[in-house]
């Protein structure tokens, strides 16, 4: 099992939903990074579940730093961050140590690893690792965001209800770094949620489409092929559980439209040069262009759900049918939206250090 991710920075994770911790390891920042542990627990909040649109599983998320960080800052050495499980019900899942829940990963987990896989809430399949990567990346956002770099995720879609898009990047990425149900549209907020609890109450679950935006990129940032900021982010962006689709700029909607709609323009500015409405998200030949940074990523419905659904039994290899038991999230793309921020900063500061070295992170006294 390949567990990392990164070249200069490199993040590593372990541990499984009911084990007894997680742990994530993030090497190769470079030493003298404030690390401030406020803003790792406000990140960590809003990956939190909160209220009846998400899963009633509560856990503390209170992280331990056992190494790589000194009176405040990086020591440079790998960065150690631990984060106990203790609130679980493994009993709910006996039926599900046989009995594979469709659309989960219990069916491909038996497959891979002969019924050795903890089965416990999805092990290591869960969506409860991602809380040591948004710990992790909380300290790798602080990194850019010393260096005026910004990252913005809104939920674009969900259930059904769309939020506005981006108007004023700056200001919009502002606000959503202070809410925990990430839209620019109140109004949107209110009903995204109704159409949450209404699935909720039918038992079932709905997914949604997340936008971000990243303001403050230089140009010049990927390579041309096989580590285009494209791949280099999807590679991340599709290992978030839940992540089934990510287009860049107006991904798909580039095939219905003319080269003269989407190649914007270039102009001078006080000598430098910027792309003016350029469609493709602010990359260009796999390379940062200098303009906005932007891509989508669709969230699809939380796969366990308080339906009966047709399975089979993995062990007797018997049909059977089955109604889940236990606390999931009628929605996750609420809380996914965190996890997203986290994983794109993980791999803008893998790409900075790549093209500027390891000491780009180091703040200008």
Not at 85 to 91: D, I, L, R, V, Y
Not at 106 to 122: I, P, S, V, W
Not at 264 to 290: C, E, M, Y
Request: with cysteine; aromatic share 6%; hydrophobic share 40%.
């Amino acid at each position: 099992m390949k567990s990392s991710l990164g070249q200069s920075v490199n993040i590593s994770i372990t541990g499984e939903s009911h084990g007894e911790a997680l742990v994530a390891v993030l090497s190769g920042l470079t030493p003298g990074i404030k690390v401030d542990r406020d803003y790792i627990r406000h990140c960590l909040s809003q990956r939190a579940p909160v209220g009846k649109i998400s899963t009633p599983r509560k856990e503390a998320d209170d992280f331990e730093i056992l190494s790589g960080v000194f009176e405040g800052f990086t020591t440079g050495t790998p960065i150690t961050i631990l984060i106990r499980n203790t609130n679980t019900k493994s009993k709910d899942y006996s039926e599900m140590q046989t009995t594979a829940r469709p659309g989960h990963a219990d069916f491909t987990a038996e497959m891979k690893y002969h019924g050795f896989q903890d089965f416990r809430g999805g092990g290591h399949f869960s969506g409860r690792i991602t809380a040591v990567l948004v710990a992790a990346g909380a300290i790798a956002r602080l990194a850019l965001k010393n260096k005026g770099i910004e990252i913005g995720t809104h939920i674009l879609k969900c259930g059904g209800v769309s939020d506005r898009n981006f108007i004023d990047i700056n200001e919009d990425i502002k606000s959503l770094n202070n809410k925990y149900f990430a839209v620019l549209d109140e109004k949107s907020a209110q009903a995204m949620q109704d159409s949450i609890l209404e699935a909720s109450r039918q038992g079932d679950s709905v997914g949604g489409v997340l936008e971000t935006a990243v303001v403050g990129l230089p140009a010049g940032l990927g390579e041309p092929w096989f580590d285009s900021m494209e791949s280099v982010l999807s590679h991340f962006l599709f290992s978030i559980p839940g992540v089934k689709g990510v287009e860049f700029g107006e991904g798909f909607a580039l095939a219905d439209m003319k080269g003269s709609e989407v190649n914007g323009s270039l102009k001078v500015v006080k000598g430098k040069i910027i792309p003016v409405n350029d469609l493709s998200g602010g990359i260009n030949g796999g390379i940062t262009n200098g303009d906005t940074l932007k891509f989508r990523c669709a969230v699809r419905p939380t796969p366990t759900i308080f339906k009966e659904q047709n399975t089979v039994d993995i062990k007797s290899l018997e049909n059977k049918t089955l109604c889940a038991k236990g606390r999931h999230d009628p929605a996750i793309v609420h809380r996914v939206r965190a996890v997203v921020d986290s994983a794109v900063a993980l791999v803008l500061c893998d790409m900075l250090a790549q093209r500027f070295g390891t000491d780009w992170a180091l703040e200008v006294k």
